[in-house]
């Protein structure tokens, strides 16, 4: 009886289980079982959909500055910081000339944007801050949440690099030949400074929210390149300049052409290198 009841209950389950060898016998010709009401919606095996290749062309040019440049400021610095290796040099000329420029023309270090967006994951660029004895190239740095920040010390002064709008960050010393990666997880301006030294030695961040950036470089020229094609906003910015935002057509295949003219402010109102944090805001002003 035990043994008839094992039978009956082995059955039943072979009716329910999809795995009976009966099951899994050659099909024939006959007409597929009509499916119980009751056995519940199948749910479709996924499939990814092809990659679509999107159509991309290239934008490039050159960001000149126009006149008039205000004159060289020199900031003014205490007996102590004077008497720090390289900070008299850099007060009175790396950080006193705002643009880098003393006659009108070509302008490196420029920032270009293109308010492109697209899903397409790419290589994450590096990019590098370098602290010197008493100054930090670039004067300022662009780059995308993608990008890898790393900084640099090509001196032996103690520097304690610090990345203001990041919040509670703790600043780690930064020796001679070796490298400290930062972690920027959102878009905006950033400030990047040595708490060991003034507050006026710093290097604006400036984070874009897509990788359709480039800087210019010391002839003043630029390129993004795999931008989806359509019409969009570029964006040409400095700090102590007025942005310059121009529309843009790009065409597959092809690189388009524009050229900026950022004209500098007026000099008293060319804000001075600020102390103060500078949390994440809007990329372009």
Not at 82 to 105: E, I, K, L, Q, S
Request: charged fraction near 20%; include cysteine; proline fraction near 9%.
């Amino acid at each position: 009886m035990k043994r008839f009841a094992i039978q009956v209950v082995s059955a039943a389950t072979c009716l329910v289980l999809a795995g009976c060898e009966r099951v899994r016998e050659p099909a024939t010709n006959a007409a597929a079982p009509t499916p119980r009401a009751d056995a519940g919606a199948l749910t479709p095996r996924e499939v990814t959909a092809p990659a679509v290749a999107v159509a991309t062309g290239s934008l490039e040019g050159v960001v000149s500055l126009t006149a008039p440049i205000p004159p060289a400021r020199p900031i003014a610095i205490d007996a102590e910081t004077a008497r720090r290796r390289g900070c008299a040099d850099a007060a009175r000329g790396y950080y006193a000339n705002v643009f880098g420029n003393t006659t009108p023309g070509a302008l490196a270090e420029a920032v270009v944007t293109v308010d492109a967006r697209d899903g397409t994951p790419t290589p994450p660029r590096r990019r590098s801050a370098v602290f010197h004895d008493c100054h930090i190239e670039p004067r300022i740095l662009a780059m995308t949440l993608g990008d890898e920040l790393f900084l640099r010390a090509e001196t032996d002064e103690h520097h304690l690099p610090k990345v203001d709008g990041l919040g509670a960050t703790i600043a780690q010393m930064l020796n001679r030949n070796e490298e400290q990666q930062k972690f920027i997880q959102r878009p905006g301006r950033y400030i990047l400074h040595s708490v060991t030294f003034p507050n006026w030695m710093q290097t604006p961040i400036v984070v874009t929210p897509n990788r359709f950036y480039d800087q210019t470089d010391r002839a003043g020229h630029f390129r993004i390149e795999r931008v989806p094609v359509g019409t969009y906003v570029a964006h040409a910015w400095f700090p102590g300049a007025t942005p310059v935002n121009v529309t843009v057509t790009i065409t597959a295949g092809a690189t388009t052409t524009q050229n900026f003219s950022i004209t500098p402010l007026p000099a008293d109102q060319i804000r001075p290198n600020q102390p103060e944090q500078i949390d994440a805001g809007a990329v372009i002003p």
